[in-house]
């Protein structure tokens, strides 16, 4: 009798121990180290790279099937396969006038992976509005935008180094470094981030931009003072970081729209796993779009080192642009016919 209860209770240790593993609380505790302060820590390198697009394609569910999942994440691996070929020594020269093209598939990183958020294949990145397309936006920035593209049809686009993007001086990735911080489609979708109780810095790799989060009651800049990245608080609700940010410099713009006084930008860094960050963002900017609007985008543990993105060091592209275009210029007069 005694050794069948001593089984008994045995198994029951079993049973309960497994429960307390299993269960969400316990496993909050297990996956997600902590800092001294009692926060969730946040630190390491991290990735989101993906190839979900930012955008829902009209008509697509907000979820991709194991099909879809399948197909798309196979084409992305053939794609990265085939470009990353040596090239033939023997190929043609590029026709005169056109395009050389840019390096090969081994220095690309636009992702394998779909993103998954809860265990969802998710078909893009902006989940607000519900059909995972940006609102529209309002007839004063749409007026803005025209003004804009009417000053700027004046000069041509390599008269001046400011008539160039920001991504050509070396000056700021807008949209790696945020906010909010949306995967480039190109490579170097990666961060660091770096915690105390008082600050929470996110390096980007792209441009090694450094954005520089202070935590506590905020004591706002004022509203004429906008650095690149604007003016970021932080707080900590429950397990959550949330940062708003306002203040972002009017040149710093979001997939070609430029920010309003109003803006502010919303984000939530939430720990899931060992493995994974889940970044939510949101855009409330009355004067610009008809509706506040975001997303969800997992991070996902980068486990290499971050290298130096040097943008500046051997920036030969810029002064060619410029060199180029007075070239043409030149040859351009030279045949046209005299004056008489």
Known sequence: ??????????????????????????????????????????????????????????GQGPLFSTSEVARLEGRAEETVRAGAAPSDPN??????????????????????????INGEFRSSLLTNPPDGRRPPLTEAARRQQQEQRDFRSQFGSADNPENRSLTDRCLMFASNVGPPMIPNSAYNNNYTIVQTADYVLIHAEVVHDARIIRLGTPNRLPADVTPWMGDSWGRWEG???????????????????????????????????????????????????????????????????LYEYACHEGNYALGNILSGARYEERQAGRNQPEQR
């Open 91 to 116: 190929r043609a020269p590029p026709k005169v006038g056109g395009s050389i093209g840019s390096y090969n598939d081994v220095w690309f990183e636009r992702g394998k992976r779909v993103a998954v």
């Open 1 to 58: 009798m005694s050794t069948r209860i001593s089984l008994s209770l045995l198994g029951l240790c079993v049973v309960t121990a497994a429960a307390a593993l299993l269960s969400p609380a316990s496993a909050q505790q297990r996956i997600a180290a902590r800092t001294a302060d009692g926060h969730p820590n946040l630190q390491g390198n991290w990735s989101n790279a993906t190839i979900t697009p930012f955008q829902r394609a009209e």
């Open 239 to 305: 397990d959550a970081l949330v940062v708003e940010t306002t203040n972002i410099s009017p040149l710093h713009t979001f997939r070609g729209i430029s920010p309003s006084k109003s803006l502010k930008v919303t984000e939530r860094f939430t720990r899931v796993d060992d493995n994974t960050l889940l970044y939510e963002f949101t855009i409330d900017d009355p004067t610009t779009y008809t509706q506040p609007w975001g997303g969800e985008i997992p991070l996902n543990r980068f486990a290499d080192q």
